[in-house]
């Protein structure tokens, strides 16, 4: 936390971030189409210090989205609790925003963009309201395009304006649901440093939920890495990496690369039942190892 | 449909007249280009026709406007159109409301379509017509009836429209609208409903014949004025020119009722990507 991108002096004023997020003991179940409930989350506990940022990391279909909406309170857990500082979150609380991953489905094409992002405002006047998302748009370099509707803009754009809706509230957790994975690469790593950023600036707490280990090491301050379904935390990694961060620099490190292995270790050596531990509550015996697993048959990590 | 057809705009099968049309003008001059065009080859068909036929049963396009204008000029056909211009509208406004609200209604809540959705099945296939005697019975001769007839007709590809499209909203929007704390009211008006307008529109649009159908059907049973008993009228009394009279004027109003409501849609549309 020491050097942070830019964080001197530039701290959004008046917000303080000083509570932690606590995720504790979260279990959580969803019923499929043909009515059996299947275990999703198995007792996920984590917790997030003020201004810190997080990433979550682990293989497609393990229950990623579902811990996330489980945190930002669009899910209420069968099990645990999720707390900020005090404060059981239940309906998505004002102090909490999210970045959803399909840009193109979260920002209505029937808004412009200034109203896409004042959509999240209220309790304001329609001036405050608009002045405020312009500064938002501003804020993400798209003042220009307050008046264009999103889906005259590329996607990189347009998930920047989805960041601005996210960000033009008070928001001390911002949580992001794969936020870069529509993009191409190279918008990608724009976007990636555009969030740092806006993270250095304003000084939320962030979770960044990504199948991506490179950009889950290369962004945050600590990695937590989940076993495939159902979901439980297998590790985390410490992120010593200097901030600011660089495309070029941090991921030439040699450090970067060793933390990537880390990673990708805690990633890859789950998924199989046995390597977990005891075997886990809810589908039986039959190994649910969903397709994209197969690459562990040649790796064997711990 | 067929406005929208033709409206292919500068592309494909618009044909020579609709190419030059709109080399010329531009899309929208080209489509009522070509919309004129066909209106005058049906007229020159049935000219021909009934030349072919010659039989004072079957007049001729030109005769049967004429008689349309002395109708309107010296007769009462402007009185008759006009009352049933307004049973049509208030049948299509109320179903349109009725169908709408209670379409978002069994769209958006589970529970209201766990109550209502069998209800709803069983009523929209019962065809109204048939207990427009009992209308009658109850509520007389009249507008009331007529318009009755009309919502009871109407209101279901609304309704259905609608709720089929709220039903299947994609869970992400849902999410967006929790996710940005609206308030339900603010939800429906920025969200929910323009979330679904282009269907709504399209079972609106449905509507609009459907409307036009029933007020005819009312008209010829229950009710002693408008279009609908004007026709049926001439036909009893084996006048044939009135008649033709007014089953034109009838496929007047519904074309202007389209084109009228296509005009809407395009307004309520307006900077969505197509």
């Keep these: 936390m020491a050097s942070r991108w830019g964080r001197e002096g530039i701290a959004a004023p008046g917000v303080r971030h000083e509570r932690r997020l606590v995720v504790r003991g979260v ?19 984590f917790e997030v210090a003020p201004g810190e940022l997080v990433a979550v990391v682990g293989p497609s279909g393990a229950g990623k989205t579902t811990l996330l909406r489980t945190i930002s309170g669009l899910l209420a857990p069968d099990e645990g609790e999720v707390r900020y500082g005090g404060e059981a979150v239940d309906d998505v609380p004002a ?73 033009c509230g008070e928001v001390s957790v911002l949580v992001m649901d794969e936020p870069f994975a529509s993009v191409d690469a190279l918008t990608r790593t724009q976007l990636e440093d555009e969030v740092l950023r806006l993270w ?73 039942p046995a390597a977990g531990g005891a075997p886990l509550p809810g589908p039986p015996a039959a190994p649910a190892v969903p397709p994209a697993r197969h690459r562990q048959e040649e790796g064997d990590l711990p | ?36 065009t066909g209106l005058l080859a049906a007229f ?42 307004v049973r049509l509208g208030l049948g299509f406004g109320l179903s349109g409301l009725l169908g709408v609200g209670l379409g978002l209604l069994l769209g958006y809540s589970r529970t209201a379509r766990d109550y209502l959705s069998s209800v709803v099945d069983f009523l929209r296939s019962i ?3 048939l207990v427009l005697p009992l209308l009658v019975l109850l509520a007389g001769l009249g507008t009331s009836t007529v318009v009755m007839l009309v919502v009871l007709t109407a209101l279901w590809p609304v309704l259905v429209t609608t709720a089929d499209a709220a ?47 029933a007020l005819v059907i009312a008209e010829m049973i229950g009710s002693s004025n408008g279009i609908g008993y004007f026709i049926v009228n001439a036909e009893s009394s084996y006048d044939s020119r009135a008649t033709f009279a007014g089953v034109v004027v009838l496929g007047g109003i519904g074309w202007l009722a389209d084109t009228a409501f296509l005009a809407v849609e395009r307004r309520a549309l307006r900077g969505r990507p197509s």
């Excluded at chain 2, 000029?73 to 211009?85: I, M, P």
Aim: proline share 5%; hydrophobic share 45%.
């Design chain 2, 127 to 129: 065809p109204f017509p």
């Design chain 2, 167 to 213: 039903a299947s909203v994609d869970p992400l929007v849902h999410d967006v609208v929790r996710a940005c704390k609206l308030s339900r009211a603010r939800a429906f008006r920025r969200v929910l409903v323009p979330a679904i307008l282009p269907e709504i529109l399209a079972g609106l649009r449905v509507a609009v014949g459907v409307s036009l159908a």
């Design chain 2, 44 to 85: 020159a068909v049935w000219q021909w026709t009934s030349l072919l036929v010659h039989n004072p049963i079957y007049p001729s396009a030109t005769s049967a406007l004429s008689d349309i204008g002395t109708m309107f000029t010296g007769g009462n056909l402007a009185s008759v159109v006009g009352v049933s211009l």
């Design chain 1, 200 to 272: 250095g600036e304003m000084g939320f707490s962030a979770i960044l939920v990504t199948h991506d280990v490179g950009e889950a090491v290369y962004m945050a301050d600590r990695v937590i890495a989940l076993s495939s379904r159902p979901a439980r935390i297998v590790g985390e990694v410490a992120i010593d990496l200097p901030r600011p961060r660089d495309h070029l620099a941090t991921r030439q490190d040699p450090r970067f690369g060793q933390l990537y292995g880390e990673v990708l270790a805690l990633v890859e050596g789950v998924g199989r």
């Design chain 1, 95 to 167: 102090w909490l925003s999210i970045v959803f991953q399909d840009y193109s489905k979260s920002l209505f094409p029937w808004m412009r963009n200034l109203d896409n992002v004042a959509l999240a405002l209220s309790g304001m006047g329609r001036h405050e309201r608009e002045q405020r998302a312009a500064g938002a748009l501003e804020r993400v370099g798209l003042g220009a395009f307050a008046r264009s509707y999103p889906w005259e803009l590329s996607g990189g754009m347009q998930q920047r304006v989805a960041l601005a809706r996210a960000l």
């Design chain 1, 27 to 45: 279990r959580k179940g969803l019923r499929t189409a043909s009515g059996e409930v299947r275990e999703i989350l198995a007792d996920v506990s």
């Design chain 2, 1 to 36: 449909m067929t406005t929208v057809g033709l409206a292919g705009g500068t592309g494909a099968p618009g044909g020579r007249v609709g190419r030059v049309a709109s080399r010329l003008t531009g899309p929208a001059a080209s489509r009522s280009a070509l919309g004129l």
